[in-house]
């Protein structure tokens, strides 16, 4: 019911465990003394816990099992519809996964993003839990653009909420409605990783009119005709593709300037709505005159082969060093909605970090950067790597 995952070697060590059991006290000790042996003695300097299921009826419990394993200086995490850990997934099932980190020499707090006394200054990167209820995405990422220039931010947003209703973040031994928190790493090595799971498909357009979200010309003509002789020119496998996909989306430049653009490059964002009569069509995501953009499609096959290009690149990045460990943030749509298998995500990650120790949740939305800028997502995994 329960499995752990091991890093060796010097520098920052991260720990995961993941349990099954259905005390949610026991099933928290079990999975917080897994996720504590990979440190090799030292003491965490924070723990991130996530639960789902039954345990979501007795929270304070899960705390408490978590804080007796490993009295950690500093405890966060939050509830939710799935969790990964230990290179598995439980989706809509009872379990809780524990990730722990020993930095090294690196520091970690705890802040409030809607609170002024409270700052993310000086991170190097910051995890960031929201409420499903309450959560001013905009506001909180612009804080944290403000106070932590520069700093990837990676997280997610709670899927689920306690049965009780009274919250769904976890900070110390308490249960929190509302708002959000963050846990910025100083001096900590974290390289973001975001793969929104789409494929650009045709030509790029220049957005010649926008008002807000709304389109009115791509290339100098009426953008819903310019996106109808895009997608009737298409052919073969990626004709195929938008009619099987989820659904057609488009990808917007955000750091513009580039002569070319790969699908790292697009923030992408379903089509709201088209207007046949004004020849309009918007966007989830204001687009200025002069942007870039081009329709983009999503499907488990085009998911799968972003996730996996996007943590290669990650991982040969770190060279001979590799990842420490990892922390996912999954949207609830993919997993075996998207795949049809279990533990699609978990397996991806562990296979491309070579088995570093990795936990997360499946999220009501994740949070990662684009073009340097953090966004809130949907249908993505998102995923803060530590290096060793």
Do not use: K
Request: hydrophobic share 45%; with cysteine; net charge negative.
């Amino acid at each position: 019911h329960r499995g752990g995952s091991i890093v060796g070697g010097v520098g920052v060590r991260i720990g995961c465990g993941l349990s099954t059991g259905s005390d949610p006290r026991v099933a928290a000790i079990d999975a917080a003394q897994d996720a504590l042996a990979p440190l090799g003695g030292r003491p965490p300097d924070v723990a991130l816990v996530f639960a789902s299921g039954g345990h979501l009826d007795a929270p304070e419990a899960t705390l408490e099992g978590v804080r007796e394993a490993l009295a950690p200086p500093l405890l966060a995490g939050c509830m939710a519809s799935g969790v990964l850990g230990a290179g598995r997934e439980v989706e809509r099932a009872t379990a809780v996964a524990v990730w722990t980190a020993s930095l090294d020499g690196g520091s970690v707090s705890l802040f409030d993003p809607s609170d002024p006394e409270s700052s993310a200054a000086g991170a190097r990167a910051v995890v960031l839990l929201g409420d499903p209820h309450v959560f001013p995405a905009d506001a909180v990422l612009g804080v944290l653009a403000r106070d932590a220039p520069g700093a990837p931010v990676l997280g997610g947003i709670a899927s689920a909420r306690s049965s009780s209703g009274i919250g769904s973040l976890f900070l110390d031994a308490e249960v929190h409605a509302g708002g959000a928190l963050g846990v910025a790493f100083h001096d900590v090595e974290v390289l973001p990783c975001v793969s929104q799971g789409a494929v650009p498909l045709g030509p790029e357009l220049t957005v010649t009119a926008s008002d807000g979200h709304v389109i009115s010309e791509l290339a100098g003509e009426p953008a819903l005709r310019a996106l109808r002789h895009a997608l009737e020119n298409l052919s073969g496998a990626d004709a195929e593709l938008v009619r099987q996909g989820t659904g057609l989306l488009l990808g917007v430049v955000v750091d513009s300037g580039r002569s070319e653009y790969g699908p790292g490059d697009f923030l992408v964002r379903g089509i709201v709505s088209a207007d046949a009569d004004e020849g309009t069509v918007t966007v989830a995501a204001p687009v200025r005159p002069g942007t870039v953009v081009r329709i983009h499609a999503r499907d488990s096959v085009s998911a799968d082969a972003d996730l996996r290009r996007s943590l290669e690149l990650r991982a040969e990045a770190l060279g001979s060093s590799g990842a420490a460990g990892a922390l996912m943030f999954s949207c609830n749509g993919r997993g075996r909605r998207l795949f049809g298998v279990r533990d699609h995500d978990a397996t991806v990650l562990d296979e491309t970090l070579g088995g570093a120790p990795a936990a997360g949740f499946f999220a009501a939305g994740e949070i990662g950067p684009v073009g340097g800028e953090a966004f809130l997502h949907g249908f993505t995994a998102t995923v803060a790597v530590f290096a060793g």
